[in-house]
Structure formats: C-alpha cells, structure tokens
C-alpha cells in the first residue's frame, strides 16, 4: 500500500489506544503512551531534517533509533510491568531500547539486500542513508559523492547508483554488517537474560532470535 495508508493506520492505532486507556482511566500507561507519541514524532522530523544529507556519525543512528523505533516498544513492553506492579521495569525499558536497535539494523539491512515484497535500495533514493548505508560510506568513503549524486536523481540505475550496489556486495562490507548485527544480539540476549520472570525472558529471548532470522 506504498507509504500513506499505512501511516494513516498508524495514526489511527495510536489513537484508538489512547482513546481505550483514557476510557480505562490508567494514568501511568496513557502518560506513558502519550510520551511514546511525542518521541515517534520528534523522531520524524529529525529523520525529515536528515534528509538528502549523510549523517556525522552513528550517534545519529542511536539517536533515530531511540526516538523512532524504540519508543512504541518501549512503551508495549512497560504495559504488563505496569499492570502487574504498578509501576515501570528498568530492565525491560533497557531491552526495548535495545531491541529497537537491533530490529531497525535488521530492517536497514533488508533495503539495502531487497526483498520479494521490497525493492532494495527505497531508503537512498528516499534522501534517506539508514545505518546500513552508513556502514557501507565507512567501509568505502569515495561513494559519499555517488550517494549525494542518487540524492538528486531518486534513482539507482544511474551510474552512481550501480557504484554504489556493486559494492555492497563486497565482503568486507557484509563482514562489518555481521560483527554489527552480532553485537546488538548479544546486548539483547543478555538484557533479556537478565529479567527473572521465565516467561517473559523466554519470550524476548525468542524475539531477538526471530528478528535476526528475518534476514535469513
């Protein structure tokens, strides 16, 4: 469905929830979800203010990340603690932070390789260098001035654009992709081996081991 209807269903989720939790009169998750509103949000207009630039560093990317990705994980992942207690677990906020980057790496990593439902490369000629791009203009610093190039033509079949795809299958760049997607694994299986209750540890545990499957 492209891009508008599934953000307006988006929209329209968001909505229904705080619509429900205001009925429900819980003060805690509707602050809580109203926070997530206002992060996702900030986020967009931070990816909107990147756009057509390459970013400074991966700060960025944390940032993004936090902001974007995380804040409505963060948010669902409080929910049972906050029910069951009365009150949020740092140990699961940590995990959906860190959830959310290693999802959203995963999620870069599919554009640029494509899918059967997804051409690869839309972020880029979007105006917009996800993290896996980045690690790429790392890993070979003479394609900045191709990615600027796509920038202005939003296209990948131009020279600058077949410069760009040709390298990304070079395995020194796939190499740094795998030690990256390697270590936002382990700092997510060992937040979730951290939580005592077996169920939910067990569940996260699976999570993290589904999201690293999805690029198999």
């Known amino acids: 469905f492209y891009n508008t209807l599934p953000v307006l269903s988006g929209v329209f989720l968001l909505s229904d929830a705080i619509f429900q939790l205001s009925e429900q009169g819980h003060p805690v998750l509707l602050k809580l979800i109203c926070q997530a509103v206002k992060d996702l949000t900030q986020?967009?207009?931070?990816?909107?203010?990147?756009?057509?630039?390459?970013?400074?560093?991966?700060?960025?990317?944390?940032?993004?990340?936090?902001?974007?990705?995380?804040s409505l994980l963060k948010w669902a992942a409080q929910v049972g603690p906050v029910l069951a207690q009365g009150q949020e677990d740092v140990q699961v906020t940590e995990f959906a932070l860190r959830y959310g980057n290693l999802y959203q790496f995963t999620d870069d990593i599919l554009d640029v390789r494509g899918t059967p439902t997804k051409e690869s490369w839309q972020d880029l000629k979007e105006g917009k260098v996800n993290e896996a791009c980045f690690v790429l203009l790392e890993c070979f610093p003479h394609l900045k001035e191709d990615c600027l190039k796509v920038f202005v033509s939003k296209k990948m079949d131009s020279l600058s654009g077949q410069k760009i795809k040709n390298m990304s299958v070079d395995p020194a760049f796939q190499k740094q992709l795998d030690v990256l997607l390697e270590t936002r694994r382990n700092e997510c299986e060992k937040l979730a081996?951290?939580?005592?209750?077996?169920?939910?540890?067990?569940?996260?545990?699976?999570?993290?081991?589904?999201?690293?499957e999805r690029l198999s």
Do not use: C, M, W
């Open 43 to 70: 986020g967009e207009v931070l990816q909107y203010e990147q756009r057509s630039h390459i970013p400074k560093d991966r700060g960025y990317f944390e940032k993004l990340n936090r902001l974007k990705t995380s």
């Open 193 to 212: 081996q951290g939580i005592a209750y077996a169920p939910l540890r067990e569940t996260l545990q699976k999570l993290t081991q589904l999201t690293v």
